[in-house]
């Protein structure tokens, strides 16, 4: 296998095993709970989303990663994390536009992964993320399936 296929297997195991346990066991407890006390959890891997920062970082990913890449996932991460704790807080303090700052950040966070995806793939970053391999084959796919499940509590829940 090349390290595009070994990628791509990576990133989709981890996508159905995160798949499974939120199936299984995550979504079965956060039922039982009032919507805004169910993203919370949800939200917070978001919140350690700051550490795409490393790919701005020389030492942890090969010097030729395209910034095309490296500057639009390191800065997009970090404003996801930022909404995500604004959104955290916001629900944990009742406030009145928490719903709002939920899907703002499910949006905004959304299209940061989505785009960070494409261009990975189209520039074919993988070989220069160097020791950051795992942030697309091991966090990012759990990041997916909270982004899906937060979509789906907002639309089935709102009310």
């Given at each position: ?9 990576q990133f989709l ?17 956060l039922a039982a ?69 939920a899907w703002l ?55």
């Amino acid at each position: 296998m090349d390290s595009f296929q070994i990628f791509g297997l990576q990133f989709l195991l981890s996508l159905i095993g995160y798949g499974l346990i939120a199936k299984w066991y995550v979504a079965p407890r956060l039922a039982a709970l009032p919507l805004q006390e169910a993203l919370i959890p949800l939200l917070f891997p978001h919140a350690f989303r700051h550490l795409g920062m490393v790919f701005l970082v020389p030492a942890v990913v090969a010097p030729t990663l395209p910034p095309a890449f490296a500057r639009p996932a390191a800065y997009g991460d970090l404003l996801a994390a930022i909404l995500a704790l604004l959104a955290i807080v916001a629900l944990r303090g009742r406030w009145p536009l928490a719903l709002g700052l939920a899907w703002l950040f499910n949006i905004v966070g959304t299209l940061d992964l989505l785009y960070a995806f494409s261009q990975g793939i189209r520039l074919q970053v993988g070989p220069q993320l160097g020791s950051a391999w795992y942030i697309p084959t091991f966090a990012v796919p759990a990041l997916y399936v909270t982004h899906f499940m937060i979509f789906v509590m907002l639309v089935k829940r709102r009310g």
